[in-house]
């Protein structure tokens, strides 16, 4: 049996927009909200190169992300073709008007997967 964990009220989500989860290990959720109030929640990560998914554009079931305008499918976490790659995706259940999330998944899922780090390549120099 699932344990669900409160995170906002859907109305403090802004509509077309998100929030961030903050998790102990891994990488924000950010939970999305769209024109029909519809709310998903995926790894704050784009599957191209990492930007946040939750400082994005949302257009009816999709974002598009703020660094190269890649759109991900807020359903599937996926990348509109020919685009490729899938960020993990969260289950959501809305009951009441409050806005759940799996507190299996918040402490489980996808931890293992980190923001890119921007700057030069490290080189190593064999003697
Ligand atoms: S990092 Fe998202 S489109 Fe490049």
Same mark, same amino acid.
């Given at each position: 049996?699932?344990?669900?964990? *409160?995170?906002?009220?859907? #109305?403090?989500? &802004?509509?077309?927009?998100?929030?961030? !989860?903050?998790?102990?290990? $891994?990488? #924000? !959720?950010?939970?999305?909200?769209?024109?029909?109030?519809?709310?998903?929640?995926?790894?704050?990560?784009?599957?191209?190169? $990492?930007?946040?998914?939750?400082?994005?554009? =949302?257009? $009816?079931?999709?974002?598009?992300? %703020?660094?190269?305008?890649?759109?991900?499918?807020?359903?599937? $976490?996926?990348?509109? @073709? &020919? #685009? @490729?790659?899938?960020? *993990?995706?969260?289950?959501?259940? !809305? @009951?009441?008007? =409050?806005?759940?999330?799996?507190?299996? @998944?918040?402490?489980?899922?996808?931890? #293992?997967?980190?923001? %890119? =780090?921007?700057?030069?390549?490290?080189?190593?120099?064999?003697?």
């Amino acid at each position: 049996m699932k344990t669900w964990i *409160p995170i906002a009220r859907v #109305d403090d989500i &802004p509509v077309l927009g998100s929030r961030c !989860v903050k998790r102990e290990h $891994g990488l #924000d !959720v950010a939970v999305f909200r769209n024109a029909e109030n519809e709310v998903f929640a995926l790894l704050d990560r784009c599957p191209h190169k $990492g930007g946040p998914l939750s400082q994005g554009i =949302v257009f $009816g079931t999709h974002v598009a992300c %703020p660094l190269h305008n890649w759109t991900i499918g807020l359903d599937s $976490g996926c990348a509109r @073709e &020919p #685009d @490729e790659g899938c960020t *993990p995706r969260f289950l959501v259940k !809305v @009951e009441d008007g =409050v806005v759940h999330l799996d507190a299996e @998944e918040l402490e489980h899922h996808a931890t #293992d997967l980190a923001r %890119p =780090v921007a700057g030069p390549a490290r080189r190593t120099v064999s003697a």
